[in-house]
Nanobody, 118 residues
Framework: QVRLVESGGGLVQPGGSLRLSCATS????????MSWYRQAPGKERSLVASTTTTGSITHYVDSVKGRFTISRDNTKNTVYLQMTSLKPEDTAVYYC???????????WGQGTQVTVSS
């Protein structure tokens, strides 16, 4: 059974930090590029950051560049999103996604809420 379980979300003040984790099982993690998406209330889900199967290449949306860092540990089948200098506009449900590197197969997690507020 495929599982992607996000954790680490919560309430944080502006300027604070959070580290999200996405623990996976049920598929060959090292064959999947991994991404983080987010969806704010009333908005579409959008890409935040992504990394290749080895973690050697990363991509970030402009609004989080320099503040967020995506990483992965293929020995633990887990992808992370380190978020610093958080802003109220970062408030959203954050989802991890795995995409098979040689095809179109995708898996999604259930999401974790991040709220940035004073």
């Amino acid at each position: 059974q495929v599982r992607l379980v996000e954790s680490g979300g919560g309430l944080v003040q502006p300027g604070g930090s959070l580290r999200l984790s996405c623990a996976t099982s049920g598929f060959t993690f090292s064959n999947y590029a991994m991404s983080w998406y987010r969806q704010a209330p009333g908005k579409e889900r959008s890409l935040v950051a992504s990394t290749t199967t080895t973690g050697s290449i990363t991509h970030y949306v402009d609004s989080v560049k320099g503040r967020f860092t995506i990483s992965r540990d293929n020995t633990k089948n887990t992808v992370y999103l380190q978020m610093t200098s958080l802003k109220p506009e970062d408030t959203a449900v954050y989802y991890c996604k795995g995409r098979y590197q040689w095809g179109t197969n995708e898996y999604w997690g259930q999401g974790t809420q991040v709220t940035v507020s004073s």
